[in-house]
Nanobody, 124 residues
Framework: QVQLVESGGGLVQAGGSLRLSCAAS?????????MGWFRQAPGKEREFVTA????????RYADSVKGRFTISRDNAKNTVYLQMNSLKPEDTAVYYC????????????????WGQGTQVTVSS
């Protein structure tokens, strides 16, 4: 089982940028088919943000973040990144990194490992 630790969250003004990191330990991330980022705002369900298929580098994004967010990976560092630009107040949420052995993408239930989350707050 892999352990995932997110970092990089914080408070930023609308229009600003943040880069989240997800460091994996205990098992190499390349053993997982997919790495994803989800977010959960207060009172709302956890929602898909983006995912990357580790082996081939294919990426998918939620429509709400397409063109603003970029997911990337560093095999040597066993780390996945989420670059967030042009942030909006509606991006405020706890962001979670997750790993899927089965190549899941959009559904939280297909991910077997989760980080503890990092808070992102975007002020208007």
């Amino acid at each position: 089982q892999v352990q995932l630790v997110e970092s990089g969250g914080g408070l930023v003004q609308a229009g600003g940028s943040l880069r989240l990191s997800c460091a994996a330990s205990g098992r190499t991330v390349s053993n997982y088919a997919t790495m994803g980022w989800f977010r959960q705002a207060p009172g709302k369900e956890r929602e898909f943000v983006t995912a990357i298929w580790w082996g081939v580098g294919i990426t998918r994004y939620a429509d709400s973040v397409k063109g603003r967010f970029t997911i990337s990976r560093d095999n040597a560092k066993n780390t996945v990144y989420l670059q967030m630009n042009s942030l909006k107040p509606e991006d405020t949420a706890v962001y979670y990194c997750a790993a899927s052995l089965v190549g899941g993408a959009y559904t939280p239930g297909t991910y077997g490992a989760w980080g503890q989350g990092t808070q992102v707050t975007v002020s208007s």
